[in-house]
């Protein structure tokens, strides 16, 4: 598919993939990155073990589900006296983002934390190629350029133009058989970062463009496929997650990403299915006549609810229909509950508001303040 872009490969023989960009490259030295477990027992092992053969490989899957910034500075250490001249990144978008960090911290031998943050973002700052390998489909980290991590608990973003993985391989077969709640936790992920992208402050025709096309891959998959019918589903997933990167790569998350975060480390949910908790209020809230706009870059109102309009248009919703009622019922037929089951107290919803991700907060087209956000922590 050209549309897809120089250097990405979608269902093609991963065999001959690997070693075109190994001679390509002239890559010798190979870092990869994997998960913990779930690579071990995967059918990708033996593809890429195969497939890199003749070259020199380091393997690293020692850390967190979350990329934590003590386990990258722990094994870029144990790395110090290698030298690589490429890293693969293959599993879901937290070994991806582990990868780019991990390519930051090794490329450019930073000690600290203030330092990996403030030069990380610079031009200073030296990449190795990267081959991202997606083994699920939701985050889209194949196609952005920046990652997240943490660091006391905290949440950060890292960006830089080179972050952006160089190659990638789209395999929707990769993806055969995750679990449904990871499945459904990855659909909301890539739909809410569509739909986020699409009102965005930072959207351009570009990156709706490609939020209105991973909308409609998304919209077309079935959650309830029978397994003879999976492998064509999980190519809507994979191809809907992808743009969904594509898009949020140019204009950034919003609203439902800045209080997902915080949601889901306090309760342990999956990332996807906190957004999806909070889309559905925020959505509501952005249709609310008496909104004000947060960016000059929004000329006018009309434009907004032009905006939110197409997205309607895009879900198959009517515009007197009952977004709250349609979105709920999507997160039923994925079997996600809407909510968290049981109410909040005041100081559990104040320790949510305070750890809100204000960059993204910022990238709404409409201000939310601390009272509207509790108010939708609260109905949650």
């Known amino acids: 598919m050209e549309e897809l872009g120089k250097n990405i490969f979608y269902k093609k023989d991963i065999h001959q993939c690997i070693s075109h960009i190994l001679r390509n490259g002239n890559f010798k030295k190979i870092l990869v ?23 020199e490989q380091t393997y690293v899957n020692d850390f967190e589900n979350n990329p934590r910034f003590i386990d ?6 144990l790395l110090e006296d290698k030298k690589f001249d490429l890293v693969i990144g293959i599993g879901g978008g937290s070994v991806l983002d582990f990868a780019k960090c991990l390519n930051i911290f090794i490329s450019n031998h930073y000690k600290n934390f203030k330092d990996f ?11 190795l190629p990267m081959l991202a390998i997606p083994t699920t489909a939701g985050t889209g980290s194949e196609a952005t350029h920046f990652a997240v991590m943490y660091y006391r608990n905290q949440k950060f973003s890292v960006s830089n133009k080179n972050l952006k993985p160089k190659y990638v391989i789209l395999e929707p077969s990769f993806t055969l058989g995750i679990s449904k709640y990871l499945t459904a936790s990855t659909f909301f992920d890539a739909l809410c970062q569509s739909i986020e992208s699409y009102w965005s402050v ?22 309830n496929f029978k397994s003879q019918n999976e492998l064509e589903e999980r190519e809507k997933l994979t191809l809907g997650a992808y743009f969904s990167g594509k898009a949020i790569n140019i204009s950034k998350t919003t609203a439902p990403h800045a209080l997902s975060y915080a949601l889901a480390s306090h309760f342990n949910i999956a990332h996807g299915h906190s957004v999806a908790i909070v889309l559905g209020h925020i959505f509501l809230l952005n249709e609310t006549e008496s909104i004000e706009l947060s960016s000059p870059r929004i000329i006018n109102f009309a ?4 905006n939110m309009s197409n997205i309607r248009r895009m879900l198959s919703i009517n515009k007197n229909d009952d977004f709250l009622s349609f979105w709920g019922n999507l997160m039923k037929a994925f079997q996600l509950r809407a909510g968290l089951g049981s109410k909040l107290s005041r100081n559990e919803i104040n320790a949510l508001v305070s750890n809100v991700n204000v960059e993204r907060l910022s990238n709404h087209p409409i201000l939310i303040s ?3 956000i509790s108010k939708i922590y609260m109905k949650i």
């Open 202 to 223: 930072g959207a351009t025709q570009a990156s709706k463009k490609y939020a209105k096309k991973s909308i409609m891959y998304l919209m077309s998959f079935n959650p």
């Open 303 to 306: 434009r907004h609810k032009k």
């Open 370 to 372: 601390k009272k509207e």
């Open 72 to 77: 990258i500075k722990r094994i870029a250490g």
């Open 117 to 127: 943050v403030h030069l990380s973002n610079s031009n200073e700052c030296k990449l």
């Open 33 to 55: 990155i994997t998960g913990k477990d779930s690579f071990k027992r995967s059918k990708q092992k033996d593809v890429l073990l195969n497939s890199l053969a003749g070259t």
